[in-house]
């Protein structure tokens, strides 16, 4: 058996006191750790920054329009936001717009107490609610909400709405975004009177969405209107909802995309990757998602740690302070990932939002703009 390289049995059973096994020498390998060559000095390999991805897309341009000529613009992006180290040819046109969020009953409702205690003169005024926003602290576009038609808060006729409508429109210049209840069917008849009584302006509807759009687009594009499109964090479902629009007749510059805004703490990072994938998706040429997009901001008020009194949440802070933090926080994470149209609720929060955004969108200094970004690490600044 000498030639014989391996022995396999089958069905044998040995009988032995001892068993042994003998293991010829030869190729038994060495235990010792092998010594690893020495590393010679590292040098660095001369290289150059590039940013090569390219953004065929743009995302459409939407014009809110008052009958007076004041109109405020979102979306034209060509890159993505505040992008502005590209240089001048490659900058975004518009900034973020900040919309101040008026409503129809706010003497009335359980607000945090910090937001009460800013408009606590004219929550019974929708219109002197509009007038302030605007003149004390320079908001740009007002969000009017009709939230006592709904059967659930009062079951006021939507004529009253229409009136404080038309008293806003009166009581300031800026442009009006018209906002619902949430209950469909009298949205619906929201919709069909405010559309058509504000047929001389550029506003828009807010919102038409898997229940409601099929009556409430039209109605945008027979008075030429905008109409936000609402969707709860569904990419398909928006690019859905978008073509269905366009199969309406709705024009693409008055199309807004809004995929829910959720909270910091409550689910903000799913509302920041869906509102980045659209925006780059509209970016890379996808025309379906090259659209501005909008988000409730003052959904940041339904965390309880912006609304929690020190009483109950010594830990947390100032209330005072904490409260317009969380939703300046929900509105700046979700503009730089492609947030055109913030919603807010606390008057110092979107001041405070908007000069933010707009330090952010300001103009590279004229001596660095030859520079771009290749050279920004030791650009020096002048002052």
């Not at 398909?236 to 366009?246: G, R």
């Amino acid at each position: 058996m000498k030639e014989v390289e391996e022995i396999e049995l089958q069905d044998v059973d040995l009988f032995a006191e001892y068993l042994e096994f003998q293991m010829l020498p030869g190729i038994i390998q060495s235990a010792a750790q092998t010594v690893l060559p020495g590393i010679g000095k590292a040098e660095w390999t001369p290289t150059k920054f590039t940013l090569d991805l390219e953004f065929p897309g743009q995302i459409e341009t939407i014009e809110f329009i008052r009958s007076n000529g004041k109109k405020a613009v979102i979306g034209g992006e060509k890159v993505p936001p505040f992008y502005n180290f590209l240089g001048l040819d490659k900058r975004n046109p518009n900034p973020p717009l900040v919309t101040y969020d008026v409503f129809d009953m706010g003497s009335k409702m359980m607000l945090p107490k910090p937001i009460k205690q800013e408009y606590e003169e004219v929550l019974g005024d929708p219109a002197e609610w509009a007038k302030f926003a605007v003149n004390k602290f320079g908001a740009e576009c007002i969000t009017f909400h009709s939230l006592e038609i709904d059967p659930a808060m009062g079951d006021a006729p939507v004529s009253q709405s229409v009136k404080y409508l038309e008293d806003i429109l009166q009581a300031v210049d800026v442009p009006v975004i018209i906002g619902c209840s949430g209950n469909k069917e009298k949205d619906v008849e929201l919709f069909k009177v405010t559309a058509a009584a504000t047929e001389s302006e550029v506003l828009m509807l807010s919102a038409a969405d898997k229940a409601t759009w099929e009556e409430v687009i039209p109605l945008a594009v027979k008075y030429d209107h905008n109409c936000l499109l609402w969707t709860s964090l569904d990419l398909n479902n928006q690019i859905k909802m978008n073509k269905d629009a366009l199969e309406l007749g709705l024009p693409k510059n008055r199309i807004v995309m809004d995929p829910t805004c959720a909270t910091l703490g409550y689910g903000m990072e799913y509302s920041f990757s869906i509102y980045q994938r659209m925006r780059i998706a509209g970016l890379l040429g996808e025309t379906d998602l090259a659209y501005p997009i909008s988000g409730g901001t003052t959904n940041a008020w339904g965390a309880r740690e912006a609304w929690m009194s020190e009483k109950q949440a010594p830990q947390w802070g100032l209330r005072q302070y904490r409260g317009p933090i969380w939703e300046i926080i929900n509105a700046l994470s979700l503009t730089l990932v492609g947030l055109d149209l913030a919603m807010m609720f606390h008057p110092v929060a979107a001041k405070h939002v908007k000069e933010i955004t707009s330090q952010f969108f300001e103009e590279i200094p004229k001596h660095l703009e030859s520079k771009g970004y290749y050279d920004w690490v030791s650009a020096r600044i002048k002052k």
